[in-house]
């Protein structure tokens, strides 16, 4: 009798606790199932293929092979491979994660607090087009090189980060500018046959920005940029100048550190936000490409900074 009911207690608990296995069944069934039901309840079938297109990429493929390989390895309890795939899939969860990404780059980019309050003020922004503008005419404004690709057919192109070309044009034909001074030279790794600033100069012209309106300086990287700015700057004719500076709000934080060593007086113009307040959605739960190229922008300009640029 005993014996029975010792039976019916194990037979009653054999699910509590639970075991390795099931624990990983439950994970993968949330994974697989659950979340991918959860989307297309509150998304529609369109919210589903989103999520099944970010299982499918590159980042998700990895992350998914990670997560398998940390449960199988914890079911055969090896403690050293556990250990390695559970940390692969934490820093690729991470690094992949777009809230992250957001929470980041607001810590890396140049901070509003910079700004004065006229350059938040309706009167500084356009009319018809709602975009920010200088808090007064400038002589000049400067766009770093970066915004810019050449095709295959060695045409040149607005690259991910083209808006910040866009918004000098954009400047200029508000009136806000009289002169745009593009920046950026071949580096010898880069296989272009034409420098970013000219790629940016022949964008600007086909946008309706007048050549001769348009300067040019080099520079392989942001600091020889600025070195050049600074010798172009401390030309005669060229001192007490309005200047203004044109580049992605995470890089222009690093841009306008280095502008103090040279005493460069320039207003900064920033563009592409990345960072800032980003809706947790079910969809951006799963790490994806956007989200590792904005957290590497991110680490790129912190580590500049801890190499004292």
């Given at each position: 009798?005993?014996?029975?009911?010792?039976?019916?207690?194990?037979?009653?608990?054999?699910?509590?606790?639970?075991?390795?296995?099931?624990?990983?069944?439950?994970?993968?069934?949330?994974?697989?199932?659950?979340?991918p039901?959860?989307?297309?309840?509150?998304?529609?079938?369109?919210?589903?293929?989103?999520l099944?297109?970010?299982?499918?990429?590159?980042v998700?493929?990895?992350?998914?092979?990670?997560?398998?390989g940390?449960?199988?390895e914890?079911?055969?309890?090896k403690?050293?491979?556990?250990?390695?795939?559970?940390a692969?899939?934490?820093?690729?969860?991470?690094?992949?994660?777009?809230?992250?990404?957001?929470?980041?780059?607001?810590?890396?980019?140049?901070?509003a607090?910079?700004?004065?309050?006229?350059?938040?003020?309706?009167?500084?922004?356009?009319?018809?087009?709602?975009?920010?503008?200088?808090?007064?005419?400038?002589d000049?404004?400067?766009?770093?090189?970066?915004?810019?690709?050449?095709?295959?057919?060695?045409m040149?192109?607005?690259?991910i980060?083209?808006?910040r070309?866009?918004?000098?044009?954009?400047?200029?034909?508000?009136?806000?500018?009289?002169?745009?001074l593009?920046t950026?030279s071949?580096h010898?790794?880069?296989g272009?046959?034409?420098?970013?600033?000219?790629?940016?100069?022949?964008?600007?012209?086909s946008?309706?920005?007048?050549?001769d309106?348009?300067?040019?300086?080099?520079?392989?990287n942001?600091r020889?940029?600025?070195?050049?700015?600074a010798?172009?700057?401390?030309?005669?004719?060229?001192?007490?100048?309005?200047?203004?500076?044109i580049?992605?709000?995470t890089?222009?934080?690093?841009?306008?550190?280095?502008?103090?060593?040279?005493?460069?007086?320039?207003?900064?113009?920033?563009?592409?936000?990345?960072g800032?307040?980003?809706?947790?959605?079910?969809?951006?739960?799963?790490?994806?490409?956007?989200?590792?190229?904005?957290?590497?922008?991110?680490?790129y300009e912190?580590?500049?900074?801890l190499?004292?640029?």
């Amino acid at each position: 009798m005993k014996h029975d009911i010792e039976s019916l207690n194990q037979s009653r608990w054999s699910f509590w606790p639970p075991k390795r296995h099931q624990i990983t069944l439950v994970v993968l069934v949330a994974i697989w199932i659950a979340l991918p039901t959860a989307v297309y309840a509150n998304h529609g079938l369109s919210g589903l293929e989103k999520l099944l297109t970010r299982y499918a990429m590159p980042v998700g493929l990895i992350w998914h092979v990670c997560l398998l390989g940390f449960l199988i390895e914890w079911i055969r309890k090896k403690r050293f491979s556990t250990l390695c795939l559970g940390a692969a899939f934490t820093l690729i969860s991470l690094t992949g994660s777009e809230p992250f990404s957001a929470w980041f780059n607001s810590k890396v980019e140049y901070s509003a607090e910079n700004f004065s309050a006229e350059n938040f003020s309706a009167e500084n922004f356009s009319a018809d087009k709602q975009f920010p503008l200088p808090s007064s005419p400038l002589d000049t404004t400067v766009l770093l090189g970066g915004s810019t690709r050449v095709d295959r057919r060695g045409m040149p192109e607005l690259a991910i980060d083209g808006h910040r070309l866009f918004y000098a044009a954009q400047i200029y034909h508000a009136g806000k500018t009289d002169r745009i001074l593009v920046t950026g030279s071949n580096h010898s790794m880069s296989g272009e046959q034409i420098s970013p600033a000219q790629q940016a100069k022949q964008l600007l012209i086909s946008i309706g920005v007048p050549a001769d309106r348009i300067d040019v300086s080099a520079g392989n990287n942001t600091r020889e940029e600025i070195h050049e700015l600074a010798r172009y700057f401390q030309q005669d004719g060229q001192r007490g100048k309005t200047i203004g500076l044109i580049t992605n709000a995470t890089h222009l934080a690093r841009a306008m550190r280095l502008t103090k060593g040279y005493n460069l007086k320039l207003e900064p113009l920033p563009c592409v936000y990345r960072g800032g307040p980003v809706q947790l959605t079910l969809l951006n739960l799963i790490p994806c490409a956007s989200g590792l190229y904005a957290n590497t922008d991110a680490c790129y300009e912190l580590l500049a900074k801890l190499a004292g640029q």
